[in-house]
């Protein structure tokens, strides 16, 4: 893929100089494909179609393009073709993708706070840990898509999203590549029945996500779980699920009232869990010559044996129950 020197030149001179080009040669389809545009300012630049032209009612050609930690807030790419585009930690608040294709392109870490999808082809691109709150999906296609770590909330608007399946996680192989993996639904065979995408992801933007990279103290877990009960007085906050991450980390979801800030919560369940860790911890130093350090590794490993974890969250379900 090989752009048009021209027009790379023109965009190289700055955002005004370049739409006021687009203004005066609005039949003229811009032609970047394959550029290199990492850590550029095109804030506000226009790379979208013209209205007025029904011949060149497609965006400019960015195919290919890298374009990683730059600042394109209010950007519009209306109906521009980003298929494959690397947008890597970029600043992409407000910008505009509306009918935009962006199939395989990979927006990981990027700010999508407020923009625009709508109708958009996202299929088999990388969302991983973006912040999209407040953007909009409306009639996008997210096919084969991996959202792992996505930063969604009730504004981000999910409406008559297309979507077959997902993936909820990506690692990178050693000959530098994404391979993304834990396919929603996980039967290869079947896909999301309508409106079922919505259901799964509309209560995510409700989950606080806990990780413990050191294993977990389920005595602490659990006095914290019920002191955050208490506090919010909300009886209601459940335990939705954990994952066993490595041989030590894990996630816990909660699952939260819509009305309640879901970072808050995350930052008083760490305070209030260290606190008794560190209460927990000085009662073990004082029954045992054993070093904090050395006791406090077996007990995290104790800890972390899943059906040990199984018993008491079953344990504890069961007794809220009542």
């Known amino acids: ?17 370049w739409n006021q080009w687009r203004k005066q040669h609005k039949k003229i389809r811009p032609d970047l494909r394959g550029v290199d545009l990492r850590g550029t300012d095109l804030r506000k630049a226009n790379l979208s179609h013209s209205i007025l032209f029904k011949a060149n009612f497609f965006g400019a050609d960015l195919q290919g393009a890298s374009l990683d930690r730059a600042v394109l807030f209010g950007t519009n790419f209306g109906r521009a073709n980003l298929i494959q585009t690397s947008l890597t ?6 910008a505009d993708f509306t009918g935009a294709k962006l199939k395989r392109a990979n927006l990981r870490k990027a700010d999508l706070t407020e923009a625009d999808f709508t109708e958009a082809d996202l299929t088999g691109a990388s969302l991983v840990d973006v912040q999209a709150i407040a953007a909009n999906f409306e009639g996008a296609t997210l096919t084969g898509a991996c959202v792992s770590d996505w930063n969604i909330n009730e504004t981000t608007h999910l409406k008559d999203i297309v979507c077959e399946w997902i993936y909820l996680d990506s690692v990178i192989t050693p000959a530098g590549k ?8 996980q039967d290869a065979q079947k896909n999301f029945a309508p409106g079922e995408f919505i259901v799964l992801f509309q209560s995510s933007a409700e989950i606080v996500e806990l990780i413990f990279s050191d294993g977990i103290e389920w005595t602490a877990f659990l006095d914290t779980f019920q002191q955050l009960e208490r506090e919010l007085k909300h009886p209601k906050i459940l335990i939705q699920a954990f994952e066993k991450k490595s041989d030590l980390t894990f996630v816990i979801r909660l699952q939260v009232p819509e009305d309640y800030d879901r970072e808050e919560i995350d930052r008083y369940f760490n305070k209030e869990y260290n606190l008794r860790l560190k209460t927990l911890d000085r009662a073990t130093q004082k029954q045992s010559n054993t ?31 009542k």
């Open 1 to 17: 893929m090989v752009a048009n020197e021209e027009h790379l030149s023109l965009l190289k001179q700055g955002v005004p100089v």
């Open 89 to 94: 930690n970029t600043d992409l608040f407000g």
């Open 178 to 185: 994404i391979r993304f993996r834990e396919r929603q639904p």
């Open 291 to 321: 070093s904090e350090k050395t006791m406090n590794q077996d007990k995290r490993e104790q800890c972390a044996d899943l059906l040990e974890i199984a018993q008491i969250l079953a344990k504890y379900q069961h007794s809220r129950a």
